[in-house]
């Protein structure tokens, strides 16, 4: 993370303010106005006289939730002094005159990203709620503390999760299968059809390489790929190779022609059937994006073969790319990019660090106060697991990403992106897509991810699930239903608002609703085939040997 590129916004918000004086003085005005409401509140509670609260925490905001916070004077004012300086600044940032609505978001992040460090709740001795444990326990609760602060130490970074709770292949990524094919980007996993009978056309499912796969086949009454071969669908996925400095010159255009081209040829082959119907997820549904338009030039319309396609959570179009456009600016992406150099790749560890800072509170703070301050265990959550077990991505890969798709956003400019040999256009492409956005998702807000749409001449539906980028996705159907979804087609010159008030919400997981979508479109029912074949032998059982590298 480049200093100077984080120190700049906060630097120019100052500036700005100090070049416009009046606006600064109505800003101090207010603040004063409200630190006097503070010490009124606070002089009411100590003359015993009831006082509603002149500031309250968000909703969301899981800090400050015990009793305690409220009920003792001196804590009350605490945290009310805390949140009164919070707002106020984060305020101040968002109207900051005279710079542009980005800078105010990216010096309004750093600020609020250094204020949540400083909460009072992080630190022992302005936390009430520690104080007690430790009293309660003698002074276990500090003992077991220190303890998972020095094993965090070990690891490198604050824990999500007890890595002795989960293996891989062991607990998580237990779906049967085999690897059939190898290069030195990616293993397909063609996994062990569970009905006897299966539809003829396979479905091939393109992961994000910043991630390993097994997001789609955690414990089996999560996983997606076990409930889509429970639906009779015969599966295949990528399982990408964590690269090293060996790889620096890896390109984009190699993940298409040697990653998704190999997935797809090899599940043609081994099934049998002219046609998949391809899914990608996150970066994995870029890619496909771009797969999907090279093909359609590459092949032509009869030797396509790509049946249809889905889309989990994809960007497109990185004009508002959400949370995570404070880390994008030519001094960070320059930066990057002259580090990634150096090494030959970009650690997953710091794309994870920039992700976790994106939800300070929830996902560093909350685990910090939790694991060093009251001494608990890291929760047995797969999904926080995955969220700790990184991948590495090839320096000219990345650089190229960054640069031509966050910087120029040259994907949705028709003709104007050349990758293996061709020129991309998203127009050319006539294959039905059905795209799934997540309503809470800050990595790919939903509203961007419906911009495909309008880029599309294809039969499209779209649906919105609940929850964020990876909760939503994961949304097995269960009862009674812990979520809910919109779905509609789309129509010609639809907006997203337009397509919002025609949907029809639904409560539960839209799987079903991709199933009725998916299912009718892959031919007819055919004798299971077998996992692997002469051509395609077994190299490896599921989940094979590249999601275990380091």
Known sequence: MDPIGVAMPLIHAQLAWLAHPMELTAAAMKLMDQGMALQRHFALRSLGVPSAEPIVPHRDDARFTDPVWRSQLHWDLIKDAYLMLTRSVQDMLYETPGMSARERRRAAFWWRTWLNA????????TNPVALRKAIETNGESLRLGFENFLDDLKAGSVRLADPSDFSVGGNLATTPGKVVFRNRLLEVVHYRPTCAKVLHEPVVIVTPWINKFYILDLKPKKSMVRYLLDQGLDVYITSWKNPDATMADIGFD??????????????????????????GYCIGGTALAMYVAWANRHFGEKAMPI??????????DFHKP???????????????????????????????????????????????????????????????YWNMDTTRM???????????????????????????????????????LYAVGAEDDHIAPWRQTFRIM???????????????????????????????????????????????HRGTHEAGSWWGDWMAWLKPRCGDWVAAPPVATSAFPALADAPGGYVLER
């Not at 990653?259 to 049998?272: D, K, T």
């Not at 049946?307 to 497109?316: I, N, P, S, Y």
């Not at 030959?344 to 694991?371: C, P, Q």
């Not at 960054?402 to 003709?415: D, F, G, I, P, T």
């Open 254 to 279: 190699d993940y298409l022609i040697e990653g998704i081209g190999e997935i797809v040829r090899v599940a043609r082959e081994l099934s049998g059937a002219p046609k998949v119907h391809a899914v």
């Open 454 to 500: 309008d880029l599309l001449g294809c039969p499209r539906r779209y649906v919105l699930s609940s929850s964020g980028h990876i909760l939503g996705i994961v949304n097995p159907p269960t009862k009674p239903p812990k979520r809910e979804y919109l779905a509609a087609e789309v129509k010609a010159g639809d907006s997203h608002e337009a397509w919002h």
């Open 322 to 384: 959400g949370d995570i456009e404070v880390f994008i600016d030519p001094q960070t992406v320059r930066y990057l990019s002259q580090t990634m150099a150096r090494q030959g790749y970009l650690d997953g560890k710091e794309m994870a660090t920039s992700f976790r800072l994106l939800r300070s509170n929830s996902l560093i703070w909350h685990y910090v106060v939790h694991g060093w301050l009251y001494g608990e265990k890291p929760p047995a959550f797969d999904v926080l």
């Open 118 to 125: 400083m909460a009072p709740s992080n630190f022992l001795f």
């Open 307 to 316: 049946a249809d396609w889905t889309l989990f959570t994809t960007l497109v």
């Open 394 to 432: 090839p320096a000219r890969m990345h650089a190229w990403y960054l640069e031509e798709l966050y910087m120029k956003n040259r994907l949705v400019q028709a003709n104007d992106l050349e990758i293996a040999g061709e020129r991309i256009d998203l127009g050319c492409i006539r294959q039905p």
